[in-house]
């Protein structure tokens, strides 16, 4: 029966089917929502392309992204019927990009129901939108369900009147977390019949076959059941409808277009990068690929820039360098040698900007992070392929057909060349990649690195894990205060346990409890002293080389100690006071950044010590000096307004729904701490002060980059901070003293200094100019005739290397018209030489680059130029007269 449709269908699917509206891709997305709208959905604008509070997902995927703590039942809606277009990214269909349907970014428009509607209205709305707003034909629409959902084919025949045998029954329809617990449920997609002419041929083609003719352009997602680890599934109360419709296929449909790249959200786009590749979309099907891949990577490089994506080495950064990368390499086969992608931004940015007004906002910010990033990346590939293609070379030669893993890991390692462009590249040639070897050379040269990290530590692990083992987890009491009592439970010298040790042994002392706080999150490990009842122990630094095992590196200072006494552990005050200041102004430091600078703004790394602190994070340009000042004067009004620190234990699920900064690419426990201080709330396991106001006083000292699109500020708080001001303020006093003025007019004192020492350089210049033409006017009338040359070679006294040059010029204008001019003065370290020769004299065989070398080589140094005139000069002082004595010679040799 089903097959009897369907073969109905493929006659049927021969017939012309036009489509009445040709609506714009801005009118669909406007009609979309305004549909839900009219049925009491309100528009939510997209989040963002990197989701907020999800750190286990790179970028978003899917509208429902931003609805999950709604869903959850976490966070309270704004209302219970929602609609979006959201931006979506997903890495997953990179590899398919070039085909006629796939993109890694696209729109998606959602209708989302938070427990409010379900099912039957789903389908009624979805049906209504299609046939009745878009007027697609009915007949080219077809449903899908999941087998065990009887409800939905019910109401597609109630709702469509699609006959039972007409829906098809998918597996794949079925939407949840894999392994995982979390809701669930089965889905409903809609497949667009694009004609028999795109298909595959076969009798039992239908929608979800492989081949090009169904389309799928929505998604509708029944959230019915919440299953358990175990896959127990029990119906949720409150059911949900989350649903994904592409607007670039939606595009596609409706204006008739043979791919999404033909719909007028790519035509310009295509248009652009065909035109500066000087060729044609449609002329060549091996460019129309290449087109296709740079003008979806190029537009979806151009949304993560706007959000806040930077190229790095991991994580999203990784995502934008692999696309651009992708990107670039496509371009070379389109004979694209300059930067293309950062020049097409603006048609991009053109073309969306009405809908998505941060491109506009962002528009010198993402040209500069393409361009930086597709200028550095055409430097490595340059490099990168003249050595693959030797390489490809040679293996050809020698009849091989696989790169090896190692060669391919070079390339990766040392020259940046990514593992798919060697793939790439060698597919070209007829060669494949190693895989398997090249993934073993990258785990062998992570052994290697994490080997010698092991050997820097200087720790044994066998021996600390036993003690874990033996003695569990660490406690740590060092929120609370600095001092407590505790017990010595372990002694590890050089890599052994031992029962004691006696001054002024070095060793690695675990305690049952200890207020010493271990280097972690950026914040430096305690010192201080462990008091026992025979000896002292200084602690120089505290870590956590194994989760939940704290120790203490040190040494003992006097008596001994041993395993099993109790101790005294009191931690210098001083220090960690500082620290805490540091750290808690860190917190406030990245509020204030993200508040000012903007959301793009996203920590990659910090120290806190005592003296200072450090903050490196995301951002394409530096900061401006008025930024710097608002960052300074926010935080100290924070610090004024001396806010409590308040401290959380809490799962981490609710910790990033409370809108906690989590760090990206960090680890979190399932249980996390939380620090908040004012309208900063971050994951941190550090110390901290009691309240704002403890930090005292807060100083940014530099701003700089330290990697492309990271830069690191550097500050001072508290002591440190008010120890800065007073080393300023004494310097200023100084100063003024020196130059015997008040502080208060320094600046007009010094601006006066600057002027009077010009005019003096001034005369000072035209004395020695001065003198210099005196010396010419004695040494001319000592130049010595040789055939008819006039010669002068000696030693001068001038201050620098251009009062030489201009001496020799003076020189020889006037000996003209048949000068030789070499002179030499001592400039300290070294003798420079002048030679000027007459243009007369070059012409009868004469150089004044060959005296010069000739002269500079016999001062034990070189010397060069022209033939008219030539520098040298050399170190070895006691040879000038004999320098000097061979350019007579020289000219007496060489003269025609
Ligand atoms: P496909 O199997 O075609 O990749 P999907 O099953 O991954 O689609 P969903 O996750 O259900 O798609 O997403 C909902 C809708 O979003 C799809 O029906 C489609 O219209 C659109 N969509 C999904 N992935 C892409 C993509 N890579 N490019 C363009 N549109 C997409
Ligand atoms: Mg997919």
Known sequence: MLLCYYSLIIERGNDEVSVELKLTSTEIRARFLDFFASKGHLKVPSSSLIPRNDPTVLLTTAGMQQMIPYFL?????????????????????IDKVGNERTLTFFEMLGNFSVGDYFKREAITYAWELLTQVFQLPADRLHPTVHPEDDEAPRYWSEIAGFPDEAIVRLEENWWGPPGASGPCGPDSEIYYDRGVEHGCGRADCKPGCECERFLEIWNLVFMQFYQDLDGTRTPLPKKNIDTGMGLERLAMVLQGKESVFDTDMFQAIIDRFASLAHTTYGSDPRHDVSLRVIADHGRALVFLAADGVLPSNE?????????LRRAVRHGKLLGLDKPFLSEAADTVINLMKGHYTELAQQRDHIVEILSLEEKKFNQTLNAGLSLLNSLLEELKRKGHTAIPGEDAFKLYDTH??????????????????????????????????????????GQDEQVLTDILRRVG?????????????GKVVGLVVDGAEVESISAPQRASLILDSTPFYAESGGQIGDRGDITGPMGVFHVEDTRR????????????HEGYMRVGEAIQADVIAQRREDTIRNHSATHLLHKALRSIVGQQVEQRGSLVEPERLRFDFTCSRPLTSSELVQVDEQINRWIRADFPVHTHIMPLQEALITGAMALFGEKYEDVVRVVSMGSSTELCGGTHCVATGQIGLYITVQEASIAAGIRRIEALTGRGAEAYLRRRSTLVDTIAAKLQTQP??????????????????????QYQRETAQQQAEVLAQRAKDVMGAKVIAASVDVPDDKVLREMGDMMRAKLSPAGVVVLASNFGERIGVQVNVDAALTKRGLHAGKIAALVGERLG??????????????????????????????????IR
């Open 861 to 894: 140094g070189k010397g060069g130029g022209r033939p008219e005139s030539a520098q040298g000069g050399g170190k070895n002082k006691a040879e000038l007269g004999a320098a000097l004595d061979l350019v007579t010679k020289f000219v007496q040799q060489n």
């Open 416 to 457: 940046g060349f990514p593992l798919e462009l060697t793939q790439e590249v060698a597919a070209e040639h007829g060669l494949s990649v190693d895989v398997s070897g090249f993934e073993e050379a990258m785990q062998r040269q992570q052994e290697r690195s994490r080997a010698s990290a092991a050997f820097v530590q």
């Open 315 to 323: 994580g999203r950064g990784y995502i934008f360098r692999r696309l």
């Open 744 to 765: 208060d007019v320094l600046e007009t004192r010094v601006e006066q200094l600057v002027q009077d020492l010009a005019a003096a350089r001034r005369l000072v210049g």
């Open 73 to 93: 039942g976490r966070e309270t809606p704004p209302a219970q019927r929602l609609t979006s277009a959201q931006k979506c990214f997903r890495t997953t269909d």
């Open 473 to 485: 987890p660490t406690e740590f009491t060092g929120y609370e205060g600095i001092a407590g009592s």
């Open 545 to 556: 080389p194994l989760k939940g095992l704290i120790v203490h590196y040190g040494h003992l």
